[in-house]
């Protein structure tokens, strides 16, 4: 009996709850496996994806934006094995599981305390309460892979906010086996959308993209690159953040930060009835 030959996974893009391969054909090679290698029009078509997604999702209670990422929680807590056999510590995977959850649990809570009633000086009501920017481009970060990607993901969709995010080119696996996580979930298609391959090829692209809103420049350590991509932003009035290198511990209490930069305050009047 001749030997079997296993078939080799190609890991492929995550663009509107589906998988295809770059529409440029190509890929490259990681840990012995394919991975496709995005390209400017893959990083357009993620940003329509992710477009069309907003509304529903931001329209959702924040009840049920906190009950799909506890899903999401689910579903990576039965896939602990996978992850540590990409490299993952067992410490990595829990950490990564554990965040999704304490994410989720903040979706209903946020707009207590980052919204409320403002006294003025007239008979009126004044009150103010977080909405989501919209799109937001999310460059993840090197190390650690999944802890990481999970850390700029969660903050960002919880509030209602639906991303592009461009993972570490060394570490890619990690983001794409985390996107069968997420199309296994109930996360609606589009909501994030994970592409894979060179920085400097797709992120321009976001950067100057009219229909992102913000760009998350997390994992960009290139200083030079880093500030390409904040000129690019300038011009279309995006919103940056562009965190220190010494914020980067991934480890530590996350806080609010992350969710609150990537909000909106609206403020309504309404005159107090008689």
């Given at each position: 009996?001749?030997?079997?030959?296993?078939?080799?996974?190609t890991?492929?893009?995550?663009?509107?709850?589906?998988?295809?391969?770059?529409?440029s054909?190509?890929?490259?090679?990681?840990?012995?496996?394919?991975?496709s290698?995005?390209s400017?029009?893959?990083?357009?078509?993620?940003?329509?994806?992710?477009?069309?997604?907003?509304?529903g999702?931001?329209g959702?209670?924040?009840?049920?934006?906190g009950?799909?990422?506890?899903?999401?929680?689910?579903?990576?807590?039965?896939?602990?094995?996978?992850?540590?056999?990409l490299?993952?510590?067992?410490?990595?995977?829990?950490?990564?599981?554990?965040r999704?959850?304490?994410?989720?649990g903040?979706?209903?809570?946020?707009?207590?305390v980052?919204?409320?009633?403002?006294?003025?000086a007239?008979?009126?009501?004044n009150?103010?309460?977080?909405?989501?920017?919209?799109?937001?481009?999310?460059?993840?970060?090197?190390?650690?892979?999944?802890?990481?990607?999970?850390?700029v993901?969660?903050?960002a969709?919880?509030?209602?906010?639906?991303?592009?995010?461009?993972?570490?080119?060394?570490?890619?696996?990690a983001a794409?086996t985390?996107?069968?996580?997420?199309?296994?979930?109930?996360?609606?298609?589009g909501?994030?959308?994970?592409?894979?391959g060179?920085?400097s090829e797709?992120v321009?692209?976001l950067?100057?993209?009219?229909?992102?809103?913000?760009?998350?420049?997390t994992?960009v350590?290139d200083?030079?690159?880093?500030?390409?991509?904040?000129?690019?932003?300038?011009e279309n009035?995006?919103?940056?953040?562009?965190?220190?290198p010494a914020?980067h511990?991934?480890?530590?209490?996350?806080?609010?930060a992350?969710?609150?930069?990537?909000?909106?305050?609206?403020?309504?009047?309404?005159?107090?009835?008689?």
């Amino acid at each position: 009996m001749s030997e079997r030959v296993a078939v080799r996974k190609t890991y492929k893009l995550f663009i509107g709850g589906k998988f295809p391969r770059s529409e440029s054909g190509r890929s490259y090679l990681v840990q012995d496996s394919n991975v496709s290698l995005a390209s400017r029009k893959d990083a357009r078509d993620a940003v329509v994806a992710a477009r069309a997604a907003v509304k529903g999702w931001a329209g959702a209670t924040a009840y049920n934006r906190g009950q799909i990422l506890y899903r999401v929680a689910e579903m990576l807590e039965g896939r602990r094995d996978q992850f540590v056999a990409l490299g993952a510590s067992v410490d990595e995977v829990d950490a990564a599981i554990d965040r999704w959850v304490w994410y989720a649990g903040w979706s209903d809570k946020l707009p207590q305390v980052y919204g409320g009633a403002n006294p003025v000086a007239g008979p009126y009501f004044n009150l103010s309460a977080p909405e989501p920017t919209g799109v937001v481009a999310v460059v993840a970060p090197e190390s650690p892979a999944l802890l990481g990607l999970v850390s700029v993901i969660a903050p960002a969709i919880v509030t209602g906010n639906t991303v592009v995010v461009v993972a570490s080119p060394s570490a890619p696996l990690a983001a794409v086996t985390l996107a069968e996580v997420l199309a296994t979930s109930d996360l609606p298609g589009g909501v994030v959308n994970i592409l894979t391959g060179r920085l400097s090829e797709t992120v321009p692209t976001l950067a100057a993209h009219m229909d992102v809103n913000a760009i998350d420049l997390t994992g960009v350590a290139d200083a030079e690159l880093a500030v390409e991509l904040e000129v690019k932003a300038a011009e279309n009035l995006k919103r940056v953040l562009r965190p220190a290198p010494a914020d980067h511990d991934w480890s530590a209490d996350p806080g609010l930060a992350r969710m609150t930069t990537l909000l909106e305050t609206k403020t309504v009047w309404h005159p107090k009835g008689v």
